[in-house]
């Protein structure tokens, strides 16, 4: 499944480095775009699909709701 | 068990108002004691001047990482500290209310330490102090400095309870901490990161059952929006290290009646506790740009300050002993020229800057600077429970090893082909070789050439590891391997079937004899 992220910590603090200096709205527009870059990165729809099902979990379980496109 | 009583050490006088040594340690914590034995046992006369009379008040540095241990051993006083401390592998991580994960930081077995032992400062420095003693050290206590003239040889002025008193040192040796007056008398820039996030310290006397790990809380119900850390030390003492914010008021925050409360919180209301040691503090993270300066070398705190998560700080200071220790020896003796001592410089000089790095890391993810910040941390944190991946971004410290010296000047590159685990500039690893351990076989005195079945090499003592499988396997050895080991135990350099000629050139470029 996951390949894992190589460098966790050098990863990490790129990506919190990207958002240094920017404001909320900002910061949500560039964590879009990264997001469409990393999906078109990935490719595959199947793959894309359980990734976003899995994204969502939390805030599903938080309502107390299911996921219906539980993919696991 | 009563609160603990600090020894009072005895004052002794100079006996006159200007004397001579070859070397001073300015400073009697753990770096500077710990330098003092390393020089002992090398047979080099050392003196140490400390400003008070006696060890670390409150516990301080608590967490000592396998490669100190392993450095206390050579020292010959790893067994006080083992024995009278907490030895630990594994930790867990909690979010909210619930655990997100545990870790075992040394999965391995046939090592003769574990990752960590917890033992106060002060033990850890009273065991120093009796081995330096033992050894014939002479610790100068109530003997402060106050000035320090570098125009011609260092001459140190120190105030002692007998008056002004003047030293002629050869060498200086700054293990004075992150107040460092080495430092300040040298004028010398001490640049890097400041945090501005306040945290608590409580050192808590209590009966409990948890077990010996260390647990990480982000955001727990008793403590909403803060950290936590929770470690047990020696006596029934509890580390408890809670963040308090940027608004934190200290001088209120200091108040029992507050702390009580807080820990009442984490605790809950039927535990008896008893406070032994409360803190509130902010840290930097910075660094000396050199840490030689001529004559005055810098280490530990005084060289490099980290944050405390990740255990960084005391570990990498003793390190930095290590390192310097064999080499000055080796200088004092006439046995290397001068300049080998450039190399402390070279080696812990990115030492400090992956301790910066990494400790600034964990600061960022345990105290997140931004709203995207703190999103991509709590992300992390709610998919570290399921993922995987998840969990390898979560950073509550990432704790303490010994540094690897790369593109070191003292290290021969491979010329054969080897993993990289204990490539050239590593601490050589621990294995059971017949009955014995390793690494006490290993460096000290002199030079190790560490061999599996390989020839032995004139002039250099050494070990066969051949009949361990374990330290075959730790090695990547084959029949014919030969690794040759520093006297600080780290590895300058590796091949597969060695010419005596090789070996000799390692070892002249080890000690810096060719460059």
């Known amino acids: 499944m996951s390949k894992g992220i190589e460098r966790p910590d050098e990863v990490y603090e790129a990506l919190i480095e990207l958002h240094r200096d920017l404001d909320d709205a900002s910061s949500r527009r560039i964590d879009a775009r990264l997001i469409l870059l990393l999906?078109?990165?990935?490719?595959?729809?199947?793959?894309?699909?359980?990734?976003?099902?899995?994204?969502?979990?939390?805030?599903?379980?938080?309502?107390?709701?299911?996921?219906?496109?539980?993919?696991? | 068990m009563g609160r603990y009583q600090p020894p009072?050490?005895?004052?002794?006088?100079?006996?006159?108002?200007?004397?001579?040594?070859?070397?001073?340690?300015?400073?009697?914590?753990?770096?500077?004691?710990?330098?003092?034995?390393?020089?002992?046992?090398?047979?080099?006369?050392v003196a140490l001047i400390d400003e008070d009379d006696t060890v670390s008040t409150g516990s301080r540095a608590i967490c000592w990482a396998k490669r100190s241990l392993e450095i206390f051993d050579r020292l010959g006083v790893a067994r006080p500290i083992v024995e009278r401390g907490i030895t630990w592998n594994t930790g867990k991580v909690f979010h909210r209310d619930r655990l997100v994960y545990g870790f075992n930081l040394l999965p391995e077995t046939d090592h003769a330490f574990p990752a960590f032992v917890n033992l106060q400062q002060y033990h850890v420095e009273e065991?120093?102090?009796?081995?330096?003693?033992?050894?014939?050290?002479?610790?100068?206590?109530n003997h402060r400095l106050t000035g320090l003239d570098l125009r011609g040889q260092p001459t140190l002025t120190v105030d002692t309870p007998d008056g002004e008193v003047t030293i002629e040192a050869d060498w200086v040796l700054?293990?004075?901490?992150?107040?460092?007056?080495?430092?300040?008398?040298?004028?010398?820039?001490?640049?890097?990161?400041?945090?501005?996030?306040?945290?608590?310290?409580?050192?808590?006397?209590?009966?409990a059952e948890f077990p010996t790990e260390r647990w990480f809380w982000f955001d727990p119900p008793f403590h909403p929006g803060g950290s936590a850390l929770l470690h047990r030390q020696a006596d029934d003492i509890w580390r408890i290290d809670l963040q308090l914010g940027r608004d934190a008021d200290p001088v209120e925050e200091r108040k029992p009646e507050r702390v009580v409360s807080r820990l009442r919180a984490m605790l809950g209301p039927d535990?008896?506790?008893?406070?032994?040691?409360?803190?509130?503090?902010?840290?930097?993270?910075?660094?000396?740009?050199?840490?030689?300066?001529?004559?005055?070398?810098?280490?530990?705190?005084?060289?490099?300050?980290?944050?405390?998560?990740?255990?960084?700080?005391?570990?990498?200071?003793?390190?930095?002993?290590?390192?310097?220790?064999?080499?000055?020896?080796?200088?004092?003796k006439g046995a290397a020229p001068e300049h080998l001592l450039d190399s402390y410089d070279a080696e812990r000089g990115p030492a400090a800057d992956e301790n910066i790095l990494h400790s600034t890391r964990s600061t960022d993810f345990i105290t997140p600077r931004s709203e995207a910040s703190r999103r991509f941390r709590d992300a992390a944190l709610s998919l570290a429970?399921?993922?995987?991946?998840?969990?390898?971004?979560?950073?509550?410290?990432?704790?303490?090893?010994?540094?690897?010296?790369?593109?070191s000047p003292l290290?021969?590159?491979?010329?054969?082909?080897?993993?990289?685990?204990?490539?050239?500039?590593?601490?050589?690893?621990?294995?059971?070789?017949?009955?014995?351990?390793?690494?006490?076989?290993?460096?000290?005195?002199?030079?190790?050439?560490?061999?599996?079945?390989?020839?032995?090499?004139?002039?250099?003592?050494?070990?066969?590891?051949?009949?361990?499988?374990?330290?075959?396997?730790?090695?990547?050895?084959?029949?014919?391997?030969?690794?040759?080991?520093?006297?600080?135990?780290?590895?300058?350099?590796?091949?597969?079937?060695?010419?005596?000629?090789?070996?000799?050139?390692?070892?002249a470029r080890a000690t810096a004899r060719v460059s």
């Not at chain 2, 065991?127 to 206590?141: F, Q």
């Open chain 2, 271 to 332: 535990r008896r506790f008893e406070l032994a040691w409360v803190s509130v503090y902010t840290f930097q993270c910075r660094r000396l740009e050199r840490f030689r300066h001529g004559r005055v070398f810098f280490l530990g705190d005084a060289a490099h300050q980290v944050s405390p998560f990740g255990a960084r700080g005391g570990n990498s200071g003793i390190q930095d002993a290590d390192n310097l220790g064999w080499k000055l020896a080796l200088v004092l």
């Open chain 2, 8 to 45: 009072i050490y005895v004052y002794r006088s100079l006996g006159a108002s200007r004397v001579g040594r070859r070397v001073v340690v300015v400073g009697a914590g753990p770096v500077g004691l710990a330098l003092a034995i390393d020089l002992r046992l090398r047979g080099i006369d």
């Open chain 2, 174 to 207: 700054a293990c004075d901490g992150a107040k460092s007056q080495v430092r300040r008398l040298m004028g010398l820039d001490f640049r890097g990161q400041v945090f501005e996030d306040r945290f608590l310290i409580a050192d808590v006397h209590m009966q």
């Open chain 2, 127 to 141: 065991a120093l102090v009796a081995r330096a003693d033992a050894l014939g050290a002479e610790v100068l206590w």
């Open chain 1, 39 to 72: 999906a078109a990165e990935i490719g595959n729809a199947d793959t894309l699909k359980r990734l976003i099902a899995a994204a969502r979990e939390e805030a599903d379980a938080g309502r107390g709701a299911s996921s219906p496109t539980h993919g696991r």
């Open chain 2, 411 to 507: 290290s021969t590159p491979d010329v054969d082909a080897f993993p990289e685990r204990l490539c050239p500039g590593s601490a050589a690893a621990d294995a059971r070789v017949g009955d014995e351990w390793l690494l006490p076989r290993l460096g000290g005195d002199d030079f190790t050439l560490l061999r599996f079945g390989s020839e032995d090499s004139e002039g250099i003592p050494s070990v066969d590891a051949l009949g361990s499988s374990v330290a075959r396997d730790r090695y990547g050895a084959e029949s014919g391997t030969a690794y040759l080991i520093r006297p600080d135990q780290h590895v300058a350099a590796r091949w597969r079937r060695p010419t005596r000629e090789q070996v000799a050139d390692a070892l």
């Open chain 2, 385 to 407: 429970g399921d993922h995987g991946f998840a969990r390898a971004l979560v950073n509550s410290g990432r704790l303490s090893v010994a540094s690897v010296y790369r593109n």
